[in-house]
């Protein structure tokens, strides 16, 4: 299958990898010129403006956009203009479910087909095997299923439902992160008040934990992986940097009961005024999905 890719940031280029091992061929555009012509030499074909990626695409368009979610919008107003009657736009991205309704009947106006993706799995799972949950018209779905069934786990893609759908059943896996990121970092705080005690190795800890217990798990092996790593957790901060996310977990929490994600995202914020340490979380979350990180002497 052919198609244009926009948007080659951590997970973008990291899915490209993906997609070119599976024979997929890809027209690949980015605003940062460096890694256009890194997949250039690993068989994507290069494009540098949006007129250009479409021009090397067959005649019915596919075009995949890993982009921030608040980048869409722009794109696609430039984006549109280019496409004709059954073209297909996929937003892999984290965009807020409503957004992703509102892009929907947009371009079905226009007889733009959309779909909209929630991707999870980090980098890693970008590269070697996602998990995808997509919303929109499960007749477009079926047509470009080989794509998500190429870039995912066995069993780790799936037809969510109607427009925004995916995007919601992605939200609500965020909100789940969030809880068991703070449950993770919750219960190692307990253990490590406990050292002077019972002298605890707390490296050795997170080793057991990732290995055979109930809560074993992607974070809970990416946290020994933080543990590992020579001076690693010495240098981030207890801060947890404000995530794409948060706000849509906000809206989530007027939704629905659900206190466990209103303290996790309590927790994130109390680590901003230094009233909590959120030192694991944002190991976690740095070290799943490249996300940033205050290191010690950024605070002083």
């Excluded at 809970?220 to 404000?242: D, N, R, T």
Aim: with cysteine.
């Amino acid at each position: 299958m052919k198609i244009g890719f926009i948007g080659l940031g951590r997970m973008g280029y990291s899915m490209c990898l993906n997609l070119l091992e599976h024979k997929h061929k890809l027209v690949v555009y980015d605003v940062n010129k460096k890694p256009i012509q890194q997949l250039a030499r690993k068989g994507a074909i290069p494009a540098y403006n949006m007129e250009e990626v479409i021009s090397k695409l067959p005649k019915q368009k596919i075009v995949w956009l890993m982009i921030p979610a608040k980048f869409v919008d722009d794109t696609l107003k430039k984006l549109l203009p280019l496409l004709n009657k059954n073209d297909i736009v996929i937003d892999g991205g984290n965009s807020y479910y409503t957004d992703s309704i509102k892009r929907y009947n947009q371009l079905k106006k226009k007889g733009i087909k959309f779909l909209d993706c929630g991707t999870s799995g980090g980098i890693e799972g970008a590269r070697y095997g996602a998990c995808m949950m997509v919303g929109g018209d499960k007749p477009v779905f079926k047509k470009v299923e080989k794509l998500f069934k190429d870039q995912c786990v066995e069993r780790g893609y799936g037809y969510m439902g109607n427009p925004g759908a995916g995007h919601f059943v992605k939200m609500a896996h965020n909100a789940i992160e969030y809880g068991m990121m703070g449950a993770i970092a919750e219960g190692f705080k307990a253990i490590e008040k406990q050292v002077p005690k019972f002298k605890t190795n707390i490296k050795e800890v997170a080793k057991v934990y990732s290995h055979g217990s109930i809560i074993e798990g992607k974070l809970m092996g990416w946290l020994w992986h933080a543990f590992k790593k020579p001076g690693y957790l010495k240098q981030i901060s207890c801060e947890v940097p404000k995530g794409e996310t948060e706000e849509e977990m906000k809206m989530l929490e007027k939704m629905s009961n659900m206190p466990i994600l209103h303290q996790a995202h309590l927790m994130r914020e109390r680590s901003r005024k230094m009233k909590v340490c959120g030192q694991l979380i944002a190991a976690m979350r740095n070290m799943f999905g490249g996300h940033a990180i205050i290191r010690k002497q950024e605070k002083r």
